[in-house]
């Protein structure tokens, strides 16, 4: 691809009290691209996060943020990365506009440009109308959507955002990753940690999976996905009124079935594409009664899942 | 660090916390007042009258109620108590500790930030306090304070803010140490009640007693049972500032020791010069200081090795 590497993790490892929560991770996340970060609870996925953060020091190994060491010059990382904790907080006695700016400030930014600045990225986040509305009078949702304007605020190279969407519903959930998508565009790169394969297929471009503090896949969306592919996407399911090895034989020469397998009067098969028209004809040709088909389509889904379970 | 201690300050002033001190501020001062404006016209004595404002009270309310006793063993322990006891974990507990940290600012900003903003509150208030009194006093009395008084009242009220200091300190150490606002605010509590009341009344003389048995009645007897209970009273944080304000604000108080009725037969009842005023009161701010400076710098160094995720 030739793109700029801009976070790099490097035999990154964290031990919290003999237990190894994060073990060598090697992680590349591209400029300009959304990165998802995947796995189950207690992954290791914020412990990540932190340490490429410089507010957690690794064990061993090293996170490189734009070039720079995040334990060694972590101010000059915080410089260039905004934060969104998975359990965040505002200051809730003060309004969103206030607390935005204190961010800012802290941010060393001037007063007329915070002004601006902090209009802008409530317009951004669709709460304009909310900017001097005290932050104790939100709800879950929009406290999420005000985190984005709180890391917009400083302007990130690239944003780090921990479980974006946990605890929203539907709706807040959309919201918040229309908002990631538009995010490359704008020069921010970001990192975003979630265990919800969906979300991470609809917004980012590359993943990886995280278990038991090791990366297990690690790649584009598109590589991914044809990885998937190439094992055959589809899986499907013929019952029979009787076990029949001829029928099986038949079905296996269809092109496009890459296996089946029988196991009574079930048989599955996998195959590349949908077949299930060509089994069936080849099914009724034999004269065995067809009791049942179903189909399956097999997804990255699969592949998390599998670590998933692992984990 | 001027933006978080900015903020510090404007939180202060607009929440319940700060309203209650104020109004406790001219509570106590109000007090002091009543109870000097009652005492202070059956006194004889002609010299230092100013001071005697802030410690005489009438012979109706018992001793304890006189200003520096209260300064001591309930005003500064309250507002240290309620400037620092939720400095650190309630910013944790709210989440916008993790939000504060991934700014570019030192670690060490935040909390010295904080200790400095309550330094500053604490100052206005005991300042406020002082001079409510010395105004009204000035009007009730009608003697201006000498050059001397002036300065006296100056280092009793450096030392005020020393002394409330050492419990702010005491305070956010345990608001580094617990994660939980309840535990830190019981535990300051407690120490208040224990070091600053209970110890002071009846641990130290029962000690004392335990220790150095008067039960012979022999002077030597009773010289060393006070001397062990004065040595175990200088353990409380209170009394060391209790005893040095005695000193600052009552030039006749010679010794802080012992004397014997012959010995005091030869001492000719003058009032002890500023100089000699302070070398009696300097052990004890000494040790303030020092207290202080042990439980900011322990507070210090946990904090900046403390992990920054919340849960």
């Known amino acids: 691809m030739g793109k700029k590497i801009v976070v790099e993790t490097k035999d990154l490892t964290k031990r919290y009290d003999g237990t190894t929560v994060v073990d060598r991770l090697n992680l590349h996340v591209a400029e300009n691209e959304v990165f998802g970060l995947l796995g189950p609870n207690g992954a290791g996925k914020t412990t990540t996060i932190l340490m490429l953060l410089g507010l957690t020091e690794p064990a061993s190994g090293a996170a490189r943020v734009f070039g720079f060491d995040s334990t060694k010059e972590p101010l000059k990382v915080k410089r260039l990365a905004g934060y969104l904790p998975e359990r965040l907080g505002f200051y809730e006695n003060l309004t969103a506009r206030e607390n935005l700016k204190f961010i800012a400030r802290l941010n060393n930014i001037g007063e007329v440009e915070s002004q601006r600045l902090v ?151 996998t195959a590349d594409a949908d077949l299930r028209a060509e089994i069936a004809k080849a099914v009724i040709d034999s004269d065995i009664p067809l009791t049942k088909m179903d189909i399956q389509e097999f997804s990255l889904d699969e592949i998390y899942m599998k670590y998933f379970h692992e984990g | 660090m001027f933006t978080i201690f900015r903020k510090e300050l404007a939180d202060f002033f607009t929440s319940i916390r700060g309203i209650v001190v104020l109004i406790l501020v001219f509570a106590i001062s109000a007090l002091a007042l009543h109870a000097a404006y009652a005492g202070i016209r059956g006194e004889t004595e002609t010299e230092f009258v100013f001071l005697r404002l802030f410690t005489t009270s009438e012979q109706a309310i018992p001793a304890l109620l006189n200003f520096p006793t209260v300064i001591a063993l309930f005003f500064m322990p309250f507002i240290g108590i309620a400037l620092g006891f939720d400095a650190i974990n309630s910013e944790r507990a709210r989440g916008t500790l993790s939000r504060v940290l991934s700014q570019p600012v030192f670690r060490d900003n935040v909390i010295n930030a904080k200790f400095l903003a309550s330094i500053v509150i604490l100052s206005l208030v005991a300042a406020a306090s002082m001079l409510l009194i010395a105004g009204y006093g000035l009007r009730i009395i009608g003697v201006p304070p000498s050059s001397e008084e002036v300065i006296r009242l100056f280092i009793y009220l450096v030392s005020i803010i020393v002394y409330g200091a050492f419990w702010i300190g005491l305070a956010m150490l345990f608001s580094v140490l617990f994660r939980w606002v309840g535990s830190s605010l019981l535990t300051s509590l407690a120490f208040w009640l224990f070091f600053g009341l209970f110890y002071i009344f009846m641990v130290a003389p029962a000690l004392a007693n335990a220790l150095a048995p008067t039960a012979d009645g022999t002077t030597q007897a009773l010289i060393n049972n006070y001397e062990m209970q004065q040595l175990l009273l200088r353990i409380s944080p209170s009394y060391l500032f209790l005893e040095s304000s005695t000193v600052l604000l009552l030039p006749l108080v010679r010794t802080l020791g012992i004397i014997t009725i012959g010995e005091a037969a030869y001492m000719i009842p003058n009032p002890l010069s500023l100089g000699q005023s302070l070398l009696l009161a300097w052990p004890h701010l000494t040790i303030l200081i020092g207290l202080t400076a042990v439980c900011f710098g322990v507070s210090y160094v946990v904090f900046m090795r403390q992990e920054v995720r919340a849960t």
């Open chain 1, 119 to 269: 209009g802008e990225v409530l317009e951004a986040v669709g709460m304009a109308d909310m900017a001097d509305t005290a932050v104790s009078k939100f709800s879950r949702g929009m406290k999420q959507r005000l985190g984005i304007a709180d890391v917009l605020v400083k302007k990130p190279r690239v944003a780090f955002l921990d479980e974006p969407t946990a605890g929203l519903d539907p709706e807040g959930i959309n919201q918040i990753l229309d908002l990631i998508a538009k995010l490359p565009k704008k020069g921010t790169t970001v990192v975003l940690s979630s265990h919800r394969l969906y979300e991470v297929q609809r917004v980012c471009h590359s993943i990886g999976i995280l278990s038991k503090g090791k990366l297990v896949v690690e790649g584009s969306l598109a590589a991914l996905g044809r990885k998937a592919l190439a094992e055959g996407r589809y899986r499907i399911e013929v019952g029979t009124a009787k076990a029949s090895p001829q029928l099986r034989k038949v079905i296996s020469k269809i092109s496009g079935v890459r296996k089946v397998e029988a196991k009574g009067n079930v048989m599955h098969i």
